[in-house]
């Protein structure tokens, strides 16, 4: 699966279990970590978890694994490498303290505006 299109479903998976507030950030032309990262709220500690869940499940459904999944047991911080997308699922308190949008401010916003039910 090309990186936009991976990058298009999982914003849809995330949309369709109410995670709030997802972005995307095409990185590539900054880092070698990957291509876009999309990143989303949820609400509590077990929304964190089953949004995290779900895209994994998702996925795996169509044959795509992460290469690796981070923070898991922490609750508040979970991240899905799918090696072109990284996926950061964050807690509220958690996603305004680490502030990636401020961090990868360089990087291109994507218009997933399409993606999404509002």
């Given at each position: 699966m090309e990186a936009k299109?991976?990058?298009?479903?999982?914003?849809?998976?995330?949309?369709?279990?109410?995670?709030?507030?997802?972005?995307?950030?095409?990185?590539?032309?900054?880092?070698?970590?990957g291509e876009y990262f999309v990143i989303a709220t949820g609400s509590s500690s077990t929304q964190v978890k089953m949004l995290a869940d779900e895209v994994d499940y998702q996925l795996g459904e169509k044959g795509v694994k992460p290469h690796r999944i981070e923070g898991y047991h922490s609750e508040n911080w979970i991240i899905l490498d799918y090696t072109d997308v990284i996926v950061h699922v964050f807690h509220e308190d958690t996603r305004d303290f680490y502030d990636l949008e401020r961090l990868w401010a360089d990087g291109e916003k994507v218009d997933i505006s399409g993606l999404v039910k509002e």
């Open positions: 299109e991976l990058m298009e479903n999982i914003v849809r998976v995330l949309d369709g279990k109410k995670a709030r507030d997802i972005r995307v950030i095409r990185v590539g032309d900054l880092t070698i970590l």
